[in-house]
């Protein structure tokens, strides 16, 4: 087997692209999926028809990864989305605030949020709505406890969804509420709203309850919604894994921490979502606030191997925040979350890092993680319909050298590299 191999080394991002083309792929090498058991006879030659068969049958029982990528965004104009849409993005989390919405009993005004939504419709992109924020008219606590409070979110909801239905859009109910609302008052809220949903807009997916960490209080108040039947109102599960400045490989213990908790109170096997984890670049902070600080260029290597960890931990959709913040000081960690910069939307590293590997990995699909020696080693196999293979490797330790598929020798560093094994 003769093998060539070619680097190319991204400009902004050092992202290395290595590409090895090999003359025969033998069949005993197509199939090792620790995750679904996907196995071929080994050492037997195989009729190149049926492996092109077998090929498009295993892809088609695995996620694509350009179903997976979704970006918060505060505010969203044309020029912003066709931004998005250019780096991959499918969906856009932005906030549907009440407060904003009905500033007069019963009036609403959709103004604003009908120009983001015909962005995004425009660039093909599918809305992540949260149904958020209290409102002054009815009440100034941060959780709705009364049925009068309760029944005017529920008004505005009625409104909303009828107004966007039929366009697939995620219907998150209220963000963060884990800190300010009892398991019990968040529990109501949602067996009033979701049925409402569900009712309006079939084509819809309820999500909740956008858990802010997996610290223990959270966990509690987490396990404690369940234990009151939440579980039954959700299509899928909302988290927001922030690592602080760790690297992302920390999420994997948060995610089985939470499916454990899952798995006590259901059956189902309820898909989970990223619904927001992203790093701070602030050039001078000052120590307060937000604690999820890093570099640049440390931020363009955590958010690509981010979306990887997520999709060995089967990660529904993985949300960056955010696309811009507005960079007004140097020392506010919140102003430097953004991707974009403010106003002409240029790219940073971590920006083009994601383009970059999305576009590699464009109309490939998730197979499984390649076990290796060291657990700091990170070996991810992607296939696309026509039986080419990927993988994606890094790793957590000192640079060193391993072999994958036996054939191909490659330098592992904290950089995510592409290996492309071609027929």
């Keep these: 087997m003769k093998i060539h191999m070619k680097f190319i080394v991204a400009s902004v991002t050092a992202l290395v692209i290595i590409m090895a083309h090999a003359s025969i792929l033998r069949a005993d090498n197509l199939y090792r999926n620790n995750n679904d058991n996907v196995t071929h006879k080994q050492g037997v030659a195989a009729d190149p028809t049926n492996i092109i068969e077998m090929n498009r049958r295993l892809f088609s029982s695995f996620p694509l990864v350009s179903d997976r990528l979704g970006i918060c965004s505060h505010s969203l104009n044309s020029t912003l989305a066709a931004k998005l849409a250019d780096y991959k993005f499918k969906y856009i989390r932005t906030d549907l605030r009440w407060s904003t919405v009905e500033t007069s009993l019963g009036v609403y005004d959709f103004s604003k949020f009908d120009s983001m939504l015909s962005s995004m419709e425009e660039y093909g992109l599918t809305p992540y709505i949260i149904l958020n924020n209290t409102n002054q008219l009815y009440t100034s606590n941060a959780a709705l406890t009364t049925d009068t409070d309760i029944q005017g979110f529920a008004n505005f909801v009625t409104v909303a969804v009828n107004r966007y239905k039929g366009k697939g859009v995620i219907w998150e109910i209220w963000n963060e509420p884990g800190g300010k609302w009892t398991p019990e008052q968040y529990v109501n809220l949602v067996k009033v709203i979701a049925p409402i949903i569900r009712d309006i807009d079939p084509s819809g997916t309820i999500v909740g309850p956008a858990l802010s960490n997996m610290k223990i209080r959270t966990v509690k108040w987490f396990e404690a919604t369940c234990s009151l039947g939440i579980l039954d109102y959700f299509d899928k599960l909302s988290f927001h894994p922030y690592t602080s400045s760790m690297p992302p490989e920390a999420l994997t213990a948060d995610y089985d921490n939470m ?146 598929d036996g054939k191909i020798n490659v330098l592992l560093t904290d950089t995510p590299q592409i290996v492309n094994i071609k027929n």
Excluded at 272 to 297: H, M, Q, R
Excluded at 317 to 323: E, F, G, L, M, P
Excluded at 339 to 365: C, H, Q, R, V
Aim: glycine share 4%; aromatic share 12%; net charge negative.
């Design 259 to 404: 499916k454990a908790i899952i798995a006590k109170y259901t059956d189902r096997d309820i898909p989970i979502l990223a619904g927001e984890i992203g790093y701070s670049t602030v050039p001078d902070w000052d120590g307060k606030g937000n604690i999820c600080v890093v570099t640049e260029e440390i931020r363009a290597k955590y958010l690509v191997r981010l979306l990887m960890i997520n999709l060995i931990n089967k990660i529904d959709i993985t949300n960056i925040y955010v696309s811009v913040t507005p960079r007004t000081s140097n020392n506010n960690a919140e102003n430097w979350f953004g991707i974009f910069s403010p106003t002409t939307y240029e790219a940073t590293s971590s920006a083009d890092a994601i383009k970059n590997i999305m576009t590699a990995l464009e109309g490939y699909a998730y197979i499984s993680k390649v076990y290796t020696l060291s657990n700091d080693d990170y070996i991810l196999k992607f296939m696309n319909q026509n039986g080419n293979f990927y993988c994606v490797a890094w790793t957590t330790a000192s640079e060193h050298n391993v072999m994958i």
